[in-house]
């Protein structure tokens, strides 16, 4: 076993006691101290992420953004410098490889961001789909650090130390500035369900940034986070996680996500036949539908659990966690069609042998007030 790779942030993080874990190959902080304080610290005031293990993949040239409408399911050249979209890759089969959010940077570059355990079977895809384009596809796992400021008080923290226009700048966008005077792509993106903002760096400058950053947010009660916190914040916000909610076995039309294929933009891309087929069946005869699980009682069910209803198994956990905002066990589940509707009774989760009760309920769990 190779040893993990370590961030910029390492020596940080130990420094803070961090519990490190092997993510993706990556050693990164699952948490400082309380996951639920962290937790509770992101819902309500702010929370620090390094997230330096998110995978950047640049494409640049003339024909850059033709070269990812083909490469992806989005239509990406239509995207306006500065905006962000959330798109997926897909196997010719129509599989799903990554999710993604992709940043027009200029009128012929682009930032793919890839999941950090993904990040090499996408920069490969992505690579020999370009192939035929007047593009180019640049490797920049190593050219950045990515800090995350995410929460309600995020805003006034960032905008006391740059100049940029936060106000200005909608969610999924981004624009280059200074912050801390380090030059940073501010992107108001996230993975929290709060608003916050996503900082690219140079790993030389994630030390000072972080630093200034806690020092800025101290009075508003900003916490570093870890891993852990991310998680249970994600699947409150009924976020999907790769390998969770998403893999190479479903399409996007199988997740839910069939919004994201773009089927009216120009040229071919990889999936098309694939992604047209499964767009029809899931039209004719619903696919097993993501839906929210809220516990009745305490026992935190775990992805993989079975979801039962009249003794029939009937579905499938892929995310468990307790929820510290609800304050009960929750879980994103696929179940079939017939027993997705909220409120549906008689549903419960086989937790060992025990089929223990829960609600239906519609994603998210847990919807910010904007």
Known sequence: MS?????????????LGATMTDFAGWDMPLRYASERDEHTAVRTRAGLFDLSHMGEITVTGPAAGEALDHALVGHISALAVGRARYTMICAPDGGILDDLIVYRLGEQEYMVVANASNAQVVLDAVT???AGFDAAVRDDRDAYALIAVQGPESPGILKSLTDADLDGLKYYAGLPGTVAGV??????????????FELFVAPADAEKLWQALTDAG??????????????????????????????????????GLGRVVKFDKPG????????????????AEPPR??????????????AGYPVVAGGAVIGEITSGAPSP???KPIAMAYVDAEHAAPGTSGVGVDIRGTHEPYEVVALPFYKRQR
């Open 3 to 15: 040893e993990p790779r370590r961030t910029a942030l390492d020596a940080l993080h130990r420094s």
């Open 128 to 130: 020999e789909r370009a």
């Open 183 to 196: 030059s940073a792509l501010i992107a108001r993106t996230g993975y929290t369900g709060e608003d916050g």
């Open 218 to 255: 101290a009075d508003a009660g900003l916490v570093p986070c870890g891993l852990s916190c991310r998680d249970t914040l994600r699947l409150e916000a009924g976020m999907p996680l790769y390998g969770h909610e998403l893999t190479t076995a479903l399409t996007p039309f199988d997740a």
């Open 268 to 283: 071919d891309f990889v999936g098309r036949q694939a992604l047209a087929a499964a767009a029809e069946r899931a039209a």
């Open 289 to 302: 539908k993501l839906v929210g699980l809220v516990a009745e009682g305490r026992r935190v069910p775990r």
């Open 325 to 327: 905002t609800l304050g």
